[in-house]
């Protein structure tokens, strides 16, 4: 038997008995009952939005080309931003409020400064370095961005000096969507190789990796405690993984979900996992979701 | 998922699909309580085979066991925008819980047959639609401009697509008076998702993202009409995902390291872990403004921002003081917490604690410019001998940390601040939620609560 072969066979050893071991764990099953589904108007298409940590602000991009600024609660445009490109894909909002970030169809995160003296915004920093389009980023604070691409990584880039760190590479396909941990430097990944992944950002590797979805894993969100993650996928379930159980807690479907599932959410207790296109503010109090029909909502 | 093999893979809209027509075909089924499907008479004809959206809403309630009748439409609704049932009278594709007629689609148009017609196709359509002197044929607004949209585009070939048309109208007229009213209905019903209403959303269009990965290569174009011509563009290459790189040695080599580091990591049993995730939020349920009405009230709902100006305020709300006890972390994410347990510290001489950790949080965030020098400024306020802020390190965190700070990045403390962190949360945080400080605000609210509401209605009452 040639090496390759030998390796190989080693690595399947391993994995039965990881399996096992799982299994010596699994000896809990939870059970919950799906809540009432939001009904979303529809029209033309928003294609990502976020909330600010302040809960008011939330900034949406549609492939009108526009990043816009509202204040929810008024429901006054703040900010209406022209873009280099129609095809945005998902935009992002510092902590602080003094950044915003956004992608194209060129591979580059550009972020906008918003707190300029002048008052108009401007590109501020552009981070290149993937080879793939840009589905998800989220700043770690005003200096570090951490993204996600279809060329199946992540990376953390500095803002002011436009470097970065080796990438975050172990994916087999596109990563679809990324989710910070409350508190820590840690993130989780979701990606089209149907894997969820738990990577440390200082010591820059991958921690744990988590299967059981059947297809693509579109959108990815910590509990609001760092121990648990939920993921949505196109197999039209979601999933709630735990990290110290190192696996996956229980699947959510039901029979009269027939769509795949695009993005997910918590609520701030953790009681309720929102689904569809839309984000949950910081302090709990609302949700706003985006459409294809271009409008957005804000539920609660 | 299985290492370096090639997964085929699922086609979620194709699943999807195969959910509802499993749903649909029972609907039609009047032998085990299907839809009831009828002719009805109108004024001068009769329509028939059709439904109407009420019964459709109440069968969906019925049989899929959904409780909410606004479920059942947005379901129904769901079901119409895919094109497998739809209003006789209308182009655009919904559902309503009313009389509204609507009249199931042909198999043969079925998105699972996985039609992408073409522009020709469209064309043949509208054209022979133009060829019938019926009213229920008349073109709509958009479909004129459609129409003569196609006749530039296809300026040299409309010799072709109107003899498309009419031999389409020349085998139409075979058909049966009522058969064709049906087939009509569901033609146009099919165009009405292939080249949707301007506005409404086309529910055939795929998310650009996975667009560029290889879907169904045995997807075969053919046309609706059955239209064969060399001419026929061809359909748009799909770029195959990235090519598979063949697995080596050194990669196997790295997912051994990483399983036995799984295997050797140790892991909660799931009744913990799930106990654990269950008791977070009972305990934080009553934070949860979707489960439990915000006091005074949620400004989304009642317009009054009471409550985000009492939350901006120095003075925490007692609800807001109870939660600093439940983590150390909650105190730490708080600042109004963070500069009560500060003060706390100061009263007892050992805020250089709390003090270093904030700084080193700080460092975390520092432009990479500046890193350096905030390393070299937190040594000598915290670690340096001699220093004005000294912090209590075991000898081996400090010999780390003094190797750490040579290199001076963002993480260069990261070691020392877990050390500290862990000290405050058992000591200092221990004492502070003992302390008398916190107790009285913990209470205090309920002292100061007529107090407060006496100042707001004086401040209401001058206005």
Known sequence: ?300 | AGSGDVRTPLIPALRRQRQIEDIITKMQDDKTGGVPIRTVKSFLSKIPSVVTGTDVVQWLMKNLSIEDPVEAIHLGSLIAAQGYIFPISDHVLTMKDDGTFYRFQAPYFWPSNCWEPENTDYAIYLCKRTMQNKARLELADYEAENLARLQRAFARKWEFIFMQAEAQVKIDRKKDKTERKILDSQERAFWDVHRPVPGCVNTTEMDIRKCRRLKNPQKVKKSVYGVTEESQSQSPVHIPSQPIRKTTKDDIRKQITFLNAQIDRHCLKMSKVAESLIAYTEQYVEYDPFITPAEPSNPWISDDITLWDIEMSKEPSQQRVKRWGFSFDEILKDQVGRDQFLRFLESEFSSENLRFWLAVQDLKKQPLQDVANRVEEIWQEFLAPGAPSAINLDSHSYEITSQNVKDGGRYTFEDAQEHIYKLMKSDSYARFLRSSAYQDLLLAKKKGKSLAGKRLTGLMQSS
């Open chain 1, 1 to 300: 038997m040639s090496e390759l072969d030998q390796l190989r066979q080693e690595a399947e050893q391993l994995k039965n008995q990881i399996r096992d071991a799982r299994k010596a764990c699994a000896e809990a099953t939870l059970s919950l009952r799906l809540h009432t589904t939001l009904t979303q108007g529809h029209l033309a298409k928003i294609y990502a939005m976020h909330w600010g940590t302040d809960s008011r602000l939330l900034v949406s991009a549609s492939q009108d080309g526009k990043l816009i600024i509202w204040d929810s609660y008024t429901t006054n445009k703040v900010h209406s931003i022209p873009l280099y490109s129609f095809w945005v894909m998902t935009c992002e909002y510092a902590p602080s409020g003094n950044y915003l970030a956004c992608d194209g169809l060129d591979n580059i995160c550009s972020t906008y400064s918003l707190k300029t003296g002048e008052g108009n915004v401007h590109v501020s920093h552009e981070l290149a370095g993937h080879t793939g389009y840009l589905s998800c980023f989220q700043f770690l604070d005003d200096n570090q961005i951490v993204t996600s691409s279809a060329d199946t990584t992540c990376a953390c880039g500095a803002l002011k000096r436009a470097s970065r760190q080796p990438p975050f590479t172990g994916h087999t396909g596109d990563v679809m969507s990324l989710s910070l941990a409350p508190n820590t430097r840690l993130f989780v990944s979701g990606a089209c190789d149907a894997s969820a992944k738990l990577w440390d950002v200082p010591k820059g590797m991958c921690r744990q990796t988590f299967t059981g979805h059947e297809s693509d894993i579109n959108g990815i969100c910590f509990f609001p405690k760092n121990n648990a993650f939920a993921t949505g996928s196109d197999d039209a379930t979601c999933r709630l993984f735990d990290l110290r159980a190192d696996q996956e807690l229980m699947t959510y479907s039901h029979d009269n979900i027939i769509c795949r599932i695009t993005s997910v959410s918590f609520s701030k207790s953790g009681c309720l996992l929102l689904t569809g296109c839309l984000g949950v503010t910081d302090d709990g109090m609302v949700v706003a979701t985006g459409s294809w029909d271009s409008f957005l909502k804000i539920w609660n």
